[in-house]
């Protein structure tokens, strides 16, 4: 079955951090770009970071650059969000995401075929 599986989520005071895992199964990675989503409550969904299946180049988007680091393990069929110095507005159910051939090339590609159920991240004192 394919599919993709977000782990790591829960509560976690400002400035604290928190690593999001997503375990794929059912297909390899290669050949897919990979990224992470958010959607905070009431609020549209936003590209949050991604990365290429081709040359590892990566996007974030303005409000988590210098904070977040996504990285990926073909190996392990598993793709990582770092994130350090979170904030209250980053609380959001985050979600990964793949897309076969993604470009990322100052943005997320937008031929996204598979995606997770999400893992909550609460940020919060």
């Known amino acids: 079955q394919v599919q993709l599986v977000e782990s790591g989520g829960g509560l976690v005071q400002p400035g604290g951090s928190l690593r999001l895992s997503c375990a794929a199964s059912g297909f390899t990675l290669d050949h897919y770009a990979m990224g992470w989503f958010r959607q905070a409550p009431g609020k549209e969904r936003e590209d949050v970071s991604c990365i290429s299946g081709s040359d590892g180049s990566t996007y974030y988007a303005a409000s988590v650059t210098g904070r977040f680091t996504i990285s990926r393990d073909n190996a392990k069929k598993a793709l990582y969000l770092q994130m350090n110095s979170l904030k209250p507005e980053d609380t959001a159910v985050y979600y990964c995401?793949?897309?076969?051939?993604?470009?990322?090339?100052?943005?997320?590609?937008?031929?996204?075929?598979?995606w997770g159920r999400g893992t909550l991240v609460t940020v919060s004192s």
């Open positions: 995401a793949a897309a076969l051939r993604g470009v990322v090339a100052g943005r997320c590609p937008r031929n996204l075929e598979l």
